[in-house]
């Protein structure tokens, strides 16, 4: 079946949900008799309408042949905030995501170029047939932020899990929340396609990149021009077969063994195979009947990380003796994964033995020269790679994405990005009270892809390729698209490199190496380089969040103060880490409130002694809460506790959260007793409790106890801060 009967099937299924009154409001009648030629006729959009806000104001046909953010009907189908009819009621039925393939390769297909026209589109550039990754975004999170339009990146970012992906066809996306398990997570897939595209250099007028940096007019970028798909409707004369090839690495065993040496117990051909590296059942593709061509989705497993067996024995590895450490992890400075899992030894006979469960932990691994169990993650870097020989002769080169199946995003709805643009909307000395060291975004990074485990695939000159751009020639071109109103983010998560973290030391989806060739060093990314399994970098991020400036949770009010872990910067919400009915999103118990003599105490979880890697052994790992946190929500948090520590000046450090929540109806009453500033009930405010201790003798090594000597609680609403010491009255600060 032709792609114009397809779209014809998909208009008659969604027409009565909805779609045919939402449609014939902006003069788009997707049951004419003649679809084709209703595609093609004047229409005028409703720029009003909810979702159609950000719809490109140049537009003015159902279908614009080439141009996605031009045709209303395939911007309806895909923009994530279309949700109403004309009359403002909800749609009963949404596109399926292999539907929205069809109707974007109809977009490309109904006018389908010749050659010859796409080599005149490049105008004397080098061409390539190039993989990206590919999300059709809301204005605010395009590269121009003027319009709703297709974002492109060479790099795309899937997830692990524990169950299979779901796709929600209201939000246009996926999600990894199990309704009816809070403790599960289900993997979320990455969408590439493959694109004719031309090498340019970097033009912030017209294709990007997003986020415009000093040197990227100097560097080479993959700009699309057009779509490519199976048939003979992509291009003029020519019947395609597109084919995206995938491989996945994950060898984290195989570099603490490099660079650990024949001493660390095992050495080649041994590390070169399974489980040392790991090339099979990393990820797949998923069916292309249910969700089109190109969806590349993580291997769900029952637990996100296992013990390693080899030869049907335990996995071990020899600590070296006196180990270098961070806390309780090996710390491996180079080339290798940089933290190490060795809280679970293996005697001579093959049990287990569990130092969490030991006072003297710390001496032994202090120690060091015991042998230690490996375990494995199924995170991975790898390539995605098209193949279509109708396209060899005439267009010979071809140019992978990168692809990176990383660890749960605890923040599906926050983006690396939006915290970044966040903070530079504020002055410099607020933004610089908040993380003393700036935060990145992956699509910020200008570093190569992983050269030494894809020696053949990757170069060290590709800089660009976590760079997100636009299609060439998509900008806007009238000044009054600058004006209007953007429209709100899609609330779902992203495949995309601006949703994840930067590299920091190492980082929290890709780390870099610096590698020494005979030509050059060169820094490049590696998965490779996170710790071993992932779940040791989740602590250290999540602890260290004065250093570590990211979407990703701040752990700091789950263990005893100055224990470890940095100073609070992010808050999490009592419930989202155990308190009040709810479950922490690591696994770590929450404090335990407790009263000798009328004194008020506290019992901790002592951070030497929190593993997340056997939190995640036994599935105590949950994004249920945290998940429903979106940016906004995210940068409330982090402002209303910077505000607090402001007003407490030089003794901030002598206090610590006791409670953070969101205020009640008895809060706000609080308020208009105590102020005459009009605060309205729609004004999100918080709940503080914090405290001064003193430490005292805890009977065991877990948990530690503390007594507390002071108290205060705030009360804080945007342009509002009310604090009670002690008993004391209530006073505004």
């Not at 790679?385 to 140019?399: K, N, S, V, W, Y």
């Not at 610096?514 to 602590?539: C, I, M, N, W």
């Not at 506790?641 to 205020?663: C, H, P, Q, T, Y």
Request: charged share 20%; hydrophobic share 40%.
């Amino acid at each position: 079946m032709d792609l114009l009967h397809q779209v014809v099937d998909i208009c008659k299924r969604l027409a009565p949900s909805g779609w045919h009154n939402l449609l014939l409001h902006h003069g788009l009648d997707i049951l004419a008799p003649d679809l084709e030629q209703e595609l093609r006729k004047p229409l005028s959009a409703d720029r009003t309408l909810p979702g159609f806000e950000d719809f490109t104001l140049s537009a003015t046909r159902g279908i614009e042949p080439g141009k996605p953010a031009h045709s209303l009907l395939y911007h309806a189908m895909a923009h994530a905030n279309v949700t109403t009819d004309a009359q403002g009621h909800p749609l009963q039925a949404y596109p399926t995501a292999a539907e929205l393939e069809t109707v974007i390769n109809y977009v490309y297909g109904c006018q389908p170029p010749s050659l010859e026209q796409l080599k005149e589109r490049a105008d004397g550039h080098l061409m390539a047939v190039v993989v990206f990754a590919v999300e059709y975004r809301p204005a605010p999170d395009t590269v121009h932020k003027v319009q709703a339009d297709l974002c492109f990146s060479r790099t795309g970012v899937s997830r692990v899990g524990t169950m299979a992906p779901l796709y929600d066809a209201q939000s246009r996306g996926f999600l990894p929340f199990v309704e009816e398990d809070s403790h599960a997570i289900r993997v979320l897939p990455a969408r590439y396609s493959a694109y004719i595209a031309v090498r340019l250099k970097g033009d912030s007028a017209s294709f990007g990149p997003m986020r415009f940096g000093e040197k990227d007019a100097t560097h080479d970028f993959w700009v699309p021009l057009h779509k490519l798909f199976n048939g003979n409707e992509c291009i003029a004369g020519i019947t395609l077969d597109v084919q995206l090839q995938a491989q996945h690495k994950n060898e984290k065993l195989r570099r603490i063994h490099l660079q650990l040496g024949a001493e660390s117990g095992w050495e080649e051909p041994h590390i070169s195979q399974p489980p040392f590296v790991l090339t099979e059942g990393l990820g797949d593709w998923l069916p292309e009947r249910v969700f089109g061509p190109g969806l590349m989705a993580a291997t769900p497993r029952k637990h996100l990380v296992e013990a390693a067996q080899y030869q049907g024995q335990p996995l071990t590895f020899n600590v070296p003796t006196a180990p270098q450490l961070l806390v309780s992890s090996l710390r491996i400075p180079e080339n290798a994964p940089e933290y190490v899992h060795i809280r679970h030894t293996v005697d001579d006979a093959g049990q287990v033995i569990n130092l969490n469960q030991r006072p003297d932990m710390l001496k032994v691994l202090e120690k060091g020269n015991f042998k230690a169990l490996h375990y494995l993650d199924f995170t991975a870097d790898g390539w995605i790679q098209a193949q279509c020989a109708a396209l060899d002769t005439a267009i010979a080169q071809r140019i992978p994405a990168y692809s990176l199946i990383c660890a749960p995003d605890f923040y599906p709805l926050c983006t690396q990005r939006h915290l970044i643009e966040w903070l530079e909307s504020l002055a410099p000395d607020v933004r610089n009270n908040v993380f003393p060291t700036p935060p990145q975004c992956l699509s910020d990074a200008r570093y190569p892809a992983n050269i030494q485990s894809f020696p053949e695939t990757f170069t060290s000159t590709d800089v660009s390729i976590t760079a997100i751009i636009a299609q060439l020639h998509s900008v806007p071109t009238l000044a009054t698209d600058l004006k209007r109103p953007r429209g709100a983010s899609a609330r779902r998560a992203s495949c995309l490199p601006d949703a994840g973290a930067g590299v920091f030391a190492p980082g929290w989806d890709v780390g870099i190496v610096d590698h020494e060739t005979e030509q050059d060093d060169v820094t490049h990314l590696a998965a490779y380089r996170l710790g071993s399994p992932f779940p040791e970098d989740a602590k250290l991020c999540a602890a260290l969040s004065s250093f570590w400036p990211a979407v990703a949770p701040d752990s700091a009010q789950s263990y005893e103060p100055n224990g470890g872990a940095g100073p609070t910067i992010k808050p999490m919400l009592d419930h989202e880490i155990g308190k009040d009915a709810g479950f922490p999103w690591d696994g770590t118990p929450p404090p335990r409130r407790y009263n000798v003599n009328d004194v008020p105490h506290r019992a901790y979880q002592a951070y030497l002694y929190a593993d997340y890697t056997e939190n995640a052994l036994e599935g105590k790992f949950s994004l249920a809460l945290t998940g429903k946190v979106d940016s906004q929500e995210y940068q409330r948090r982090i402002d209303a506790f910077r505000r607090v520590k402001l007003s407490l000046g030089d003794s901030a450090a002598e206090w610590f959260i006791d409670a953070f929540n969101i205020a009640t109806p008895d809060d706000l009453k609080i308020i208009t007793c105590n102020t005459h500033l009009p605060v309205t009930p729609l004004a999100v405010g918080y709940r503080l409790e914090m405290f001064r201790y003193k430490s005292i003798a805890s009977p065991t090594h877990n948990p530690l106890h503390i007594q507390l000597i002071d108290t205060s609680t705030y009360l804080i609403w945007p342009h509002v801060i009310l604090r009670q010491h002690g008993i004391q009255p209530w006073r505004c600060l």
